[in-house]
């Protein structure tokens, strides 16, 4: 079971990315997966997830209006569009796979079994 980021980058404060998380070793409808993001000096702090199973989002409030999560099971990959950056959206983003249904919390509380490495997006102030 691997997961693996891309589209991180630079981009100026109201711009947007769209990260996508390529699923490979499982099918992505037996799955959740979730995005996180980590700021250098900062806890990692849940963002987004997506249960394959009935299509469920949930969003944490700092992004939540700003960021929208999507599946495209026939390519096997879930994205995070991210519009309205911030230089506060600076982090290494990740994202997980766990077999479990997922919410903002359970990702913070029990966590998720499967990772990537990670994508870089940086937004000047």
């Excluded at 100026?12 to 996180?36: E, H, K, M, N, V």
């Amino acid at each position: 079971v691997q997961v693996v980021e891309s589209g991180g980058g630079l981009v100026q404060p109201g711009g947007s990315l769209r990260l996508s998380c390529a699923a490979s070793g499982f099918t992505l409808g037996d799955y959740a997966i979730g995005w996180f993001r980590q700021a250098p000096g900062k806890e990692r702090e849940g963002l987004s997830c997506i249960n394959s199973s009935d299509g469920s989002t949930y969003y944490a409030d700092s992004v939540k209006g700003r960021f929208t999560v999507s599946a495209d099971n026939a390519k096997n990959t879930v994205y995070l569009q991210m519009n309205s950056l911030k230089p506060e959206d600076t982090a290494v983003y990740y994202c997980a796979a766990d077999r479990k249904f997922a919410t903002i919390q359970s990702m913070m509380e029990y966590g998720m079994e499967y990772w990537g490495r990670g994508t870089l997006v940086t937004v000047p102030s």
